[in-house]
């Protein structure tokens, strides 16, 4: 592949990240993306054999921001000498902060629908931060057996409070969805707060039915 292959290639991934970033999943036609990386619609194919391998190059990209955010996140409460349970929560709070922060990627990365065929191996690279969090689960409780179950449901609840947060679920459920009488608009400001005062008391709650309580 010549440099300009590789340069095309790259406009057109980083076209699918502004797209889904700015209007979501919905956006990613391959029409669009190649209107939006300057180029012939014809000219993606020529670099990405179907829609979906050009989606997982996009869904990539996220992985790849994903793995460095938690690894960020983790590396911070180790080095500050936190205990397990303290490094399970960074981590924890680094997922659902990139959950909340990229709603559109998140949403692709974990589209098996769109990425049939490709998605498998792209999931495979959040396989050694998820066994960093089973080493850490494990050592939280040494006796309680193979940590892998029940990292799996810690996991699967966290995704699900990411999800539930971004559909306007969770902030209704927990009544901190802002719908009073105010005759002030909701700016980003207040929307956030609300988001946060939604969330919180419920990852408490997760965290301590998958870890017990925490040691205070």
């Known amino acids: 592949m010549t440099e300009q292959d ?8 980083a076209a699918g ?9 919905h956006a990613l036609g391959l029409r669009e993306i190649a209107r939006r990386a300057g180029v012939s619609h014809g000219a993606p194919r020529r670099y990405f054999p179907t829609h979906r391998e050009l989606l997982a190059a996009v869904a990539r990209h996220g992985f790849g921001r994903l793995t460095d955010t938690l690894a960020g996140a983790d590396a911070l409460a180790a080095g500050t000498g936190a205990d397990p349970r303290a490094r399970i929560e960074a981590l924890a709070r680094g997922y659902l902060g990139f959950a909340a922060a990229n709603p559109g990627l998140f ?23 998820f066994r960093t969090l089973v080493g850490l689960v494990g050592e939280l409780h040494p006796q309680g057996g193979d940590p892998t179950a029940a990292t799996a449901a810690l996991w699967s609840n ?44 419920v990852l408490r709650a997760a965290l301590t039915a998958h870890l017990g309580p925490a040691d205070r």
């Open 107 to 129: 949403e692709l990365m974990f589209r098996h629908d769109l990425l049939e065929g490709s998605g498998t191996e792209l999931r495979r690279s959040t396989l050694p931060l």
């Open 6 to 13: 590789r340069d095309l290639r790259a406009r057109l991934v």
């Open 158 to 201: 966290l995704h699900g409070l990411a999800q539930l947060r971004s559909w306007g679920s969770l902030a209704l459920a927990t009544g901190s969805d802002g719908d009073g009488d105010s005759d002030s608009g909701s700016d980003s400001d207040s929307d956030s707060d609300s988001d946060s005062d939604s969330i919180e008391p």
């Open 17 to 25: 990240i502004e797209l889904v970033t700015e209007e979501g999943v």
